[in-house]
């Protein structure tokens, strides 16, 4: 007696139950991430050059001046998470991604205290004066931002996409 082998091809997956995203979504989420980083670094010269804006109405850098770049820092750094967590593809990160993620968060939060240090009392220049945006500020500001960009470099999906050796033809 023989078997018989069913030729009936298994019933198609849904798209919803499907492991992998479709191709054109990681395209997608990159190209917002870039679009937010570039608009949150035009809102971080305005706070940090509102002259190149013809806003320019002190000749020190204020309150107002120090919240606005550092939410233009913060939306860079957002664009910036967004932009290369797509680049992972939905793959699990790697340990050093991990890190990085930290290190843009620590980096800002540096940035943030560093540029609000006359507003939480530690600067300088403490309330009721009025807030100066001082050297030291600016040095705890870049000391922030060099964090942010290592964390981004680390987050980095580095050879992950190593192209394929060609087959070798058999000699004869």
Avoid at 21 to 46: D, E, K, N, Q, S
């Amino acid at each position: 007696m023989t078997a018989q082998i069913s030729q009936n091809p298994p019933p198609p997956v849904a798209a919803s139950n499907s492991v992998t995203r479709p191709y054109r979504y990681w395209h997608r989420r990159a190209r917002t991430g870039l679009i937010l980083t570039l608009f949150g670094f035009l809102v971080f010269l305005m706070g940090a050059r509102p002259g190149l804006f013809g806003l320019d109405r002190s000749p020190v850098i204020g309150f107002v001046q120090i919240a606005v770049f550092l939410i233009g820092l913060a939306i860079i750094c957002i664009g910036g998470y967004i932009s290369l967590l797509a680049l992972w593809k939905g793959d699990p990160l790697s340990i050093a991604a991990d890190i990085g993620q930290r290190l843009v968060a620590t980096g800002y939060v540096i940035a943030v205290f560093a540029g609000m240090a006359d507003i939480f009392g530690m600067g300088s220049h403490a309330l009721p004066g009025i807030p100066y945006f001082g050297e030291w500020q600016a040095r705890g500001v870049e000391v922030g931002q060099l964090l942010i960009a290592i964390g981004f470099l680390l987050m980095l999906p580095f050879g992950r996409n190593k192209p394929t050796p060609p087959l070798q033809s058999p000699q004869a």
